[in-house]
């Protein structure tokens, strides 16, 4: 059983699969959210200390045009995944949880400014943290985020739910033939190049010796996977493990 756990969550857990009239936000589905929120509290209910990391592309992705400030495009992103972070903490609150938000970037009338010894306290205390604006700075994304406060908060493991089964020689959507690692290294990643996660998590990830990354199913549009951090969380040999 693991200790501690960084939870990677994409932004487009909580969004909409369609968007409707009786909707109230294109960026979030409420039932959506709540269902995120009680699998992420099952995992805490495990007696696993959780961190999630949160994406914001539900909200912004990318550039409106290759003309626009990188910077800039990139400071807006990590505006919104604390607007995530600050949905799912609601979310978890009203499950009668601790639910902490430590932001990379000063914003104190809206959230804790993240620490390490600050966000490790709240862990141990027995709160959810959730963890926003990224690594703080630009030109790094999520994954990268999560390795970082894997290192820093000296986790057991980072979980990583992707739309497919786990890590792959080549592009399972492109290659019929893509074969499913099961098992495989941090070095190994790096020197095939693998993308399931950004080459710079890998990297952290063995240079901090971040004991393994769990890839696994966690298909964005269909909810049922989300029970998938759980079996993860127990041990069950499911997706792919990279490991030292």
């Known amino acids: 059983m693991y200790k501690r756990i960084i939870l990677k969550l994409s932004g487009e857990t909580l ?5 409707s009239a009786e909707n109230a936000s294109h960026c979030f589905d409420a ?57 799912v903490q609601d979310a978890i609150i009203r499950l009668g949880r601790g639910a902490v938000v430590f932001t990379a970037q000063e914003m104190t009338r809206f959230a804790d400014l993240y620490r390490a010894d600050r966000a490790s306290e709240a862990m ?6 959730l963890l926003a604006g990224g690594s703080g ?5 999520t994954d990268t985020a999560a390795a970082l406060r894997a290192a820093e908060l000296h986790a ?5 739910g992707t739309t497919v089964d786990g890590v792959y020689d080549s592009d ?11 098992d495989i290294t941090y070095q190994e990643a790096i020197e095939r190049g693998l993308k399931v996660m950004d080459i710079s998590a890998f990297q952290m990830c063995k240079e901090q010796r971040i004991p393994a990354i769990r890839v696994f199913n966690m298909d964005v549009f269909n909810m ?3 029970g998938n951090i759980l079996r993860a969380a127990r041990g069950e040999s499911i997706g792919t493990v990279v490991h030292l």
């Open 15 to 19: 969004a909409p699969e369609k968007i």
């Open 31 to 87: 039932a959506r959210v709540d269902r995120a929120a009680r699998a992420i509290a099952d995992l805490a209910d495990l007696g696993v200390q959780v961190g999630v990391v949160m994406g914001g592309g539900n909200i912004w992705r990318g550039r409106f045009t290759d003309a626009m400030d990188p910077v800039l495009a990139d400071q807006m992103g990590m505006l919104a995944t604390i607007v995530n972070a600050l949905a």
């Open 124 to 129: 141990n205390a027995g709160n959810i943290v």
């Open 137 to 141: 700075n630009p030109f790094f994304t």
């Open 156 to 160: 057991d493991a980072v979980f990583k």
């Open 172 to 182: 399972p959507r492109k290659n019929p033939d893509a074969k499913l690692i099961r």
């Open 224 to 226: 049922d996977d989300l």
